[in-house]
Structure formats: C-alpha cells, structure tokens
C-alpha cells in the first residue's frame, strides 16, 4: 500500500531523502545550488529575451512570449487553486502547449506528473492516484475518461483538456497579473517522472530543484549546447531523455531554440530538420533504424546536424557506423535512466568507443558499482548487475517504502537491473536487464503486467509472456496462455486489453496455445524454454 501522505503537498518522504552531510558534499562541489526551477525559467526571459525559443507548425516564439505565456496560464491554474507543492497531472502530445503547461507548472512551484501520450485510462488513474493529484492537465485526442479519472482519484478537483481550439497558450489570456516566486527550495520535489513499469505499473520518480538543475545543465555542458543551437523534439517530451539530457530544458536553458516536427515520422522530421536548421536531436534505435531507411530514398537535407543522441535501448555497433556515415554527424550514445545516472559517449571519443559502448558517467560523483549475485564487485570487463548512487540519482521512489527496501541497498546505491560490462576507460557496454522486461520503442514493459492482464481474462487460467525479437531492435510480446477455449484469438485477447484501458503498446503482438508451461527445477515457468518451443513451426500460433 501507499505511504500515508499529506494530500496538499508532495513532499520527500524519509526512506527518499539524502543524508545532511551527502547534500551538503554535493553543494560544496557546486552540483547544488540556490535556485529552484521558477528562478531558471524566469530567467530565460531577461538572458535570451528576444531570440528564438520554441518553433512549430502553428508558433514561433521568443523567450519572452514563451515564459510570459506560461507565467499567465500558471496564473489560471493558481486562480483554479492550483498551489505549490501540489501534484498535477501533465498528459500531452508533443507540441506548444505541452511545453506552455511544463513551464507553468514549474513557475507555480506545483509538481508536474509527467504521463506519457501512449498511457491509457489504468495508467494515468494509477499515477493520480499514487501522487495525490489535484488537477489532470490534457487533450481531447489522448482518450482519458476524465470523468471516471475524477471519480476514482478524490484528490483530483479538476481537469483541463486542450483542443486545437482551445490551447493551454491560449487560456493564459484569460489571466492576470503575474506568479509570485513559489515558497520551495531546492532540495524539495520539482517533478515526477514516470519509470518503464519494469516491474508493473509504473513508479514515481522524484526529482529535486537541485537536483534536476544540475541534470540538464551537466548534460547540455557535455552536448556543448550554445545559444545557435535547434534541438528538434522527436521523442515524447514526458521522457527523461528528450526533456533533460540535456534535451529541451537543457536546450532552452542554453539560450537555443526547441523546434517541435509534426511527428517523428522521418519525412516530417527530415523536412522539419531543413527548414529550420536543427542541429541535434534525441532517437531510441528503432526510430534510428527508421530514419537510417528513409535517408536512402528521400535524399534529406541534413548538413545543420552536428549531434544525433541514441538511446533508450542499446545500439548496435554497425548501426552507429552508419547513422555517422549517412548523417554525416557526431552519433552519442547515452545510456541513462530516469531515476538519475546518466552515461554519455564524449563528443571526441574514438569511433569505435562511440560505435561498442554506451558511454561513461555523467558526474565524476557518480559513483558506479558492477556486482555479482552476491553483491560483490566483479572484475573490470565481467559482466554484472550495475548498481548507482550520485548528485542526481534518487534515494527512494515516491511512496513506496517496501519496493525501495530492494531497489536500494542499504547504503544508498540503486539496483538498476541492469546488465554491464566496465572498461578500464570507464565506459559501459549493456548487455541485458536482469528484471522481466520487454522493450519496445525504448519503452520497458514488465512481463508481469501483461500477465496479470492476460490472467483477468475469463477463458486464460495461467499466461506467461516473453519477448520476440523483431526485425531492428524493437521486440514482440508474445504471450503464451492455457485457455479451455480453444477458439481464443490474438483479436480477441487485444480487445480484451482495449477494455482495460491498458496502453495500446502493452497489447501482445502474438498469441499461442499451450497445455503446460515448461518449469525450472524451483517450479517457476521455464521462458527460456518456453519460447525455444513456441518458436519451432510445429508450435500452434494465433
């Protein structure tokens, strides 16, 4: 269950909280600061004023239009009783309005809750729930009851949904006035990010002022990120990566201007890219992959890129070779996670340290632990499970005392799940996850999840589910299940899902009939098993 919590703030509960001397190492080593997030965005306005901040199909604004805009729908917020400290839900498609409703948030001192596009009505009344919400802030695309939201969250007074029509931007004139400095500091939370559902629904990940500051600061210093660049969004901004690492903050931080495509379908991007001169953007490798097939035939205009970031999933080596070669840029591979550490490949590393690792820490404080089942440190270069602790990777998740018990060890450093490889350079190569997970899109799916679901269904008694590998580097879902009915579809099974409201990426791709699972000697389903059997021909597959 939950940890009990006051419902009009969201504050850092004591199994989250760094020790007294750990915060006051990391503001003698300057990763902390004074300023909290209201102080940076206002500051945009007075530092950059009048060049270009945020360019797309309907808006070219400056950072003057932009912070003013959002000064003034935080202003509507607030006169809605929107108040610091408060958990908001933030749902939104890439575009003006998501980044006017982030930085109203932000100059409120309220907590966005950062939900993804792809999230569905199971998820975002999860989140809502677990941050004690007080408002849910989306659009008439994204599909959410917000009716039923409200009925099943009482902490949630409100919602606002965007229309073409109707813009966040736009109901900033109804307000007046403008947003005093909220009372927070730097050391209290800033935002929740969402975690991949690794092991279920998702998490909340906490991130301080400070903390997050320091974030897309250090990542934007590492990018060499200058007022002359165009950062083109192409991933959902709701996503650490493309929000922070060094992403649009990071960006817009540095006086250069976020331009937002259409979608990141590559046609659109490719000619968002040309028109505007963008000069870096943030892919997953399934996007890459996309885009690396299309330069073949649509012959883009790319010679403004100077940096291509990928990550969310591993690159392979002959990938980035050609990602270098055909958009004749810097690749950089980033290995990084919500809940903090953040591994980059350096600008000038050599070719094949770019093409074979995932990079190496972001902060010469983070400290990186490469252990074995037993918790001991293995060899350089052996394989193991990486274990983090750092200025800007969390002490706990938000209200879940029990599940930190065995996310963190006891000292503080965070079990990633992760399996690592460390050179003696530093770098890391990835070579799996330990959890049960799937990944698609740069998406983490838990197994267990999809399970659960799939249990639910009154014609499956047991289901087990694995991943497929597809062609490039996303993965099926493929879901195995004992059913007395015979006649159970894929159809089926996926409109049973759609009725749960689950996210439409967490649906199966593949469906088989099965009268036993395969078990380890301990009992538990045999997936390794299970999926050599599942794959042979002969296996019955729907």
């Given at each position: 269950m939950p940890d009990a919590i006051s419902p009009s703030r969201t504050v850092l509960l004591p199994?989250?909280?760094y020790s007294d001397d750990v915060q006051t190492r990391y503001r003698q080593r300057g990763y902390w600061g004074d300023e909290v997030l209201s102080d940076v965005v206002r500051a945009w306005a007075s530092r950059h004023a009048k060049r270009t901040a945020l360019l797309t199909e309907r808006d070219d604004w400056d950072f003057v239009?932009?912070?003013?805009?959002?000064?003034?729908?935080?202003?509507?917020?607030?006169?809605?009783?929107?108040?610091?400290?408060?958990?908001?839900?933030?749902?939104?498609?890439?575009?003006?309005?998501?980044?006017?409703?982030?930085?109203?948030?932000?100059?409120?001192?309220?907590?966005?809750?950062?939900?993804?596009?792809?999230?569905?009505q199971r998820e975002v009344t999860h989140v809502a729930e677990l941050a004690t919400a007080v408002c849910y802030l989306g659009s008439e695309h994204a599909g959410i009851d917000t009716v039923a939201l409200q009925a099943a969250v009482p902490s949630l007074c409100f919602s606002l949904l965007a229309s073409p029509d109707r813009r966040f931007a736009d109901w900033s004139d109804d307000a007046i006035g403008s947003l005093p400095r909220p009372a927070v500091r730097p050391e209290d939370i800033a935002l929740l990010l969402l975690s991949g559902g690794t092991t279920g629904m998702p998490k909340l990940i906490a991130r301080t002022h400070a903390d997050y500051i320091y974030n897309f600061r250090a990542s934007a210093a590492l990018c060499a990120i200058t007022a002359e660049d165009s950062y083109l969004a192409a991933l959902p901004m709701a996503h650490n990566f493309p929000l922070g690492c060094p992403g649009i903050l990071g960006t817009l931080d540095r006086g250069g201007s976020v331009v937002v495509p259409p979608s990141s379908a590559a046609e659109e991007a490719f000619e968002t890219i040309a028109r505007h001169r963008a000069t870096l953007t943030a892919l997953v490798p399934s996007l890459a992959a996309l885009w690396l097939e299309a330069a073949e035939w649509e012959r883009p205009d790319l010679s403004s890129m100077r940096l291509v970031q990928v990550g969310g999933a591993k690159l392979d080596a002959a990938t980035a070779d050609q990602l270098a070669s055909k958009f004749g840029c810097v690749i950089q591979q980033v290995f990084g996670m919500a809940e903090g550490l953040l591994n980059f490949t350096r600008l000038d590393d050599p070719p094949d340290l770019i093409a074979a690792t995932q990079g190496r820490p972001l902060c010469d404080?983070?400290?990186?632990?490469?252990?074995?089942?037993?918790?001991?440190?293995?060899?350089?270069?052996?394989?193991?499970?990486?274990l983090v602790r750092g200025p800007y990777t969390i002490r706990g998740?938000?209200?879940?005392t029990d599940y930190n018990r065995q996310a963190f060890t006891p000292d503080g450093f965070y079990r990633s799940g992760d399996r690592v490889r460390r050179l003696a350079s530093g770098h890391l190569i990835v070579e799996g996850r330990i959890k049960d997970v799937i990944?698609?899109?740069?998406?983490?799916?838990?197994?267990?999840?999809?399970?659960?679901?799939?249990?639910?269904?009154?014609?499956?008694?047991?289901?087990?589910?694995?991943?497929?590998?597809?062609?490039?580097?996303?993965?099926?879902?493929?879901?195995?299940?004992?059913?007395?009915?015979?006649?159970?579809?894929?159809?089926?099974?996926?409109a049973f899902f759609?009725?749960?409201?689950?996210?439409?990426?967490?649906?199966?791709?593949?469906?088989?009939?099965?009268?036993?699972?395969?078990?380890?000697?301990?009992?538990?389903v045999d997936k390794r098993q299970l999926a050599t059997l599942l794959r042979e021909p002969a296996a019955p597959n729907t």
């Open positions: 199994d989250m909280r239009t932009l912070v003013a805009r959002a000064d003034r729908f935080g202003c509507h917020l607030a006169a809605r009783g929107v108040s610091a400290g408060e958990a908001v839900i933030l749902q939104h498609r890439n575009d003006t309005d998501f980044i006017v409703a982030l930085l109203a948030l932000l100059l409120l001192g309220a907590v966005p809750v950062l939900a993804l596009p792809a999230h569905q404080d983070d400290e990186v632990r490469v252990v074995d089942d037993r918790g001991q440190d293995v060899p350089t270069g052996d394989v193991g499970e990486l998740y938000y209200r879940a990944n698609r899109h740069g998406e983490s799916i838990a197994a267990d999840e999809i399970e659960a679901c799939l249990r639910d269904h009154p014609a499956v008694r047991d289901a087990a589910v694995f991943a497929d590998q597809l062609a490039g580097y996303d993965e099926a879902i493929h879901a195995a299940v004992i059913s007395d009915d015979a006649t159970l579809t894929l159809n089926d099974v996926r759609a009725s749960l409201r689950v996210a439409a990426y967490k649906w199966p791709d593949k469906l088989s009939h099965i009268r036993q699972f395969p078990l380890t000697p301990i009992g538990k």
